[in-house]
């Protein structure tokens, strides 16, 4: 995926037409047939147009900065606590650092707290067959990587909270879907690519309704649905809907 745009991650048409003659966009899957391409094309303009018609998506940036801004001066002692917290209960650094996949195909990195063992990416393939999730990605209630200050954080959603940084840096919005992994992102299909069209965030309809209990399809499905009926209604009403979801701890684990 290295080939994609790595500076500019509104620039989704600059990307995407380029597949036909780019063997390894969105790293690794090529489109096989003239209308896949055409698909693609076609997601990329539909949402270029999209934009520039609307001026809600500059504010929705604006938004993103201030409220990323002032939750991490509100939450600084959370913050403080909780890197405390893993840097003295395992060993192995604060901040868990990956490479996801943003706009476009836009690679950055990401951030969280550390909630698993430092060797945890190893131990992923060992696991592998005990994966409880459909798709591409991997999850386990009982995941035994996972520290024991790890699940609580992670219970609470405390460890996705260095990712202000990402939104304060524009690689992430408060909301939109999720960032996959580019191993992920290898095995969509088609008409799931859709959802690298938007900037992705913190919470999305997915994280609101039931996160790990959904299936993988119904959570493209979902993302897809917020990307057609966006607005700055729908993401003020998914804020709220994800503090009810985070206090309760729903489907986290």
Same mark, same amino acid.
């Given at each position: 995926?290295?080939?994609?745009?790595?500076?500019?991650?509104?620039?989704?048409?600059?990307?995407?037409?380029?597949?036909?003659?780019?063997?390894?966009?969105l790293g690794?899957?090529?489109?096989?047939t003239?209308?896949?391409?055409?698909?693609?094309?076609?997601?990329?303009?539909?949402?270029?147009?999209?934009?520039?018609?609307?001026?809600?998506?500059?504010?929705?940036?604006?938004?993103?900065?201030?409220?990323?801004?002032?939750?991490?001066?509100?939450?600084?002692?959370?913050?403080?606590?909780?890197?405390?917290?893993?840097?003295?209960?395992?060993?192995?650094?604060?901040?868990?650092?990956?490479?996801?996949?943003?706009?476009?195909?836009?690679?950055?990195?990401?951030?969280?707290?550390?909630?698993? *063992?430092?060797?945890?990416?190893?131990?992923?393939?060992?696991?592998?067959?005990?994966?409880?999730?459909?798709?591409?990605i991997?999850?386990?209630?009982?995941?035994?990587?996972?520290?024991?200050?790890?699940?609580?954080?992670?219970?609470?959603? *405390?460890?996705?909270?260095?990712?202000?940084?990402?939104?304060?840096?524009?690689?992430?919005?408060?909301?939109g +879907?999720?960032? +996959?992994?580019?191993?992920?992102?290898?095995?969509?299909?088609? =008409?799931?690519?859709?959802?690298?069209?938007?900037?992705?965030?913190?919470?999305?309809? =997915?994280?609101?309704?039931?996160?790990?209990? *959904?299936?993988?399809?119904?959570?493209?499905?979902?993302?897809?649905?917020?990307?057609?009926? =966006?607005?700055?209604?729908?993401?003020?009403?998914?804020?709220?809907?994800?503090?009810?979801?985070?206090?309760?701890?729903?489907?986290?684990?």
């Amino acid at each position: 995926m290295s080939n994609l745009s790595q500076n500019d991650p509104m620039a989704l048409t600059a990307t995407l037409p380029n597949v036909a003659e780019d063997p390894r966009p969105l790293g690794g899957l090529a489109p096989e047939t003239a209308d896949e391409r055409r698909l693609v094309f076609n997601l990329a303009r539909e949402i270029e147009v999209v934009e520039r018609r609307s001026l809600a998506f500059p504010l929705k940036r604006s938004l993103d900065v201030l409220l990323a801004g002032g939750a991490m001066l509100a939450l600084a002692p959370m913050l403080i606590i909780a890197a405390l917290a893993v840097r003295f209960s395992s060993k192995g650094p604060i901040l868990f650092a990956q490479t996801r996949v943003g706009r476009g195909g836009r690679l950055f990195r990401f951030y969280k707290f550390r909630s698993m *063992v430092v060797n945890a990416e190893d131990l992923k393939a060992e696991l592998a067959a005990q994966n409880e999730h459909s798709g591409p990605i991997f999850k386990m209630q009982r995941d035994p990587r996972i520290t024991g200050v790890g699940r609580f954080l992670r219970k609470y959603s *405390v460890d996705e909270l260095p990712q202000l940084l990402n939104v304060i840096r524009g690689d992430m919005s408060i909301v939109g +879907p999720r960032p +996959p992994v580019p191993s992920e992102v290898v095995k969509y299909e088609y =008409w799931q690519l859709r959802r690298l069209s938007v900037t992705p965030g913190l919470t999305c309809i =997915w994280q609101t309704s039931g996160r790990s209990r *959904v299936s993988f399809e119904e959570w493209m499905r979902m993302d897809l649905e917020y990307i057609d009926t =966006w607005s700055l209604g729908l993401d003020a009403k998914l804020v709220l809907k994800t503090f009810r979801t985070v206090m309760l701890a729903d489907g986290a684990y």
